[in-house]
């Protein structure tokens, strides 16, 4: 819990704070809870017969992120949250119940973008700059330090290039599969 972590966030603070973020910030946030923007948007993806195989990597990428992020480096790492130490700070949010390092938010949020750039789909743009504003919304609303929202876009882009790698070999084991049945 560097100081100069503080510093960084105090200074979001002095520089961004306004009633209009105060109020956008707080709805952003809300996409990343429990990753629910970015399950329904897999789940989407998965429904359309075109798009299935970036549906199908996205879910890997979340699936793996959940494991690893909120599964063994939170409760590993088990780092307190800025406002707890800054307590001066009020919050926009319901105060989180889980550990601070790596950010969730942030770690599921790129694990699904990044799952869209290494399958190589334009989809993949909008979808980074989405997880770029959730991941500074968590250091505006002051429940992360930068190194939590570093380690989220570092664990997202791991699960989401291990999501596509996964998502290849099964799709292509069960057209392998597949296309035999057809041939017997």
Not at 72 to 82: E, N
Request: proline letters at 4%; a positive charge.
């Amino acid at each position: 819990m560097s100081l100069a972590e503080i510093t960084v966030l105090d200074g979001i603070q002095n520089i961004f704070k306004s009633g209009f973020l105060d109020t956008v910030f707080p709805i952003i946030t809300l996409l990343g809870n429990a990753g629910i923007f970015w399950i329904l948007f897999s789940l989407a993806l998965v429904i359309i017969k075109k798009t299935r195989p970036l549906g199908i990597a996205m879910m890997l990428a979340l699936i793996l992120d959940v494991i690893l992020c909120n599964g063994i480096l939170k409760p590993l790492v088990a780092r307190t949250r800025p406002y707890e130490l800054n307590t001066a700070v009020q919050l926009l949010i319901k105060t989180p119940s889980d550990f601070s390092f790596p950010s969730g938010h942030t770690a599921a949020s790129f694990a699904a973008a990044s799952s869209l750039l290494y399958s190589k789909s334009k989809l993949w743009i909008p979808a980074m700059i989405l997880a770029a504003v959730i991941a500074f919304s968590r250091l505006y609303l002051y429940v992360h330090f930068p190194t939590d929202i570093l380690g989220g876009i570092i664990v997202g882009f791991i699960c989401g290039y291990l999501g596509v790698l996964i998502s290849k070999k099964l799709i292509a084991q069960y057209e392998m599969r597949h296309n035999h049945v057809e041939e017997v």
